[in-house]
């Protein structure tokens, strides 16, 4: 299996390494759906444990990755969640998943941003929250976050701005 990723590294549209892949894909395509009922059920555990046999197999499967760094995002391990993200976002477009991939950061920034709001690290958080809005720039739920937190920084037009922006759209 290595020897394989290895070559596709190097010679990713080989007719060998086409073959492999068209075998590999529907195998870890049966982990991914095993892994997204596991999370339905309730078992995150298992379902990580699914998702690492499928990419096993298909080790930069977009759906797998981004599966697992949802779980890592709800857990509250943001770093794990955007290493895996980073890694989804190399083929995200061949699999046509580009803003599954960019909500995911949207999101995985906005909570690390609301952490960091919690802990009263205003500044830290006001720096991650605009990078969530670097991937939703019209998400109306990460305005307000940033609003509560230029409010603790005392800039209150920049607070009121972003409260309008979050009630008009």
Known sequence: NEMFWQAHQLDPNHPEIIEF???QRPRAEAFYKKATRAIFEGNRYLA??????GLDLFHDMT?????????????????QALSDLERASKFMYAEG??????????????????????KERFQEALTILNEALNFMP????IHPNRGD???????FNL????YHFALDH
């Not at 019209?138 to 739920?141: A, E, I, P, R, Y």
């Open 159 to 162: 607070a009121l701005s972003d």
């Open 138 to 141: 019209q998400d109306s739920g």
């Open 149 to 155: 937190t230029y409010r603790e920084l005392k800039r």
């Open 48 to 53: 990580l444990e699914l998702i690492q046999k």
């Open 21 to 23: 892949l068209s075998i």
């Open 63 to 79: 759906k797998l990755l981004l599966l697992r760094a949802s779980i890592h995002r709800e857990r509250a391990d943001y770093d």
């Open 97 to 118: 998943l580009e803003n599954d991939v960019t909500v995911q950061i949207g999101l995985t920034y906005n909570d690390m941003g609301t952490s960091l709001f919690k």
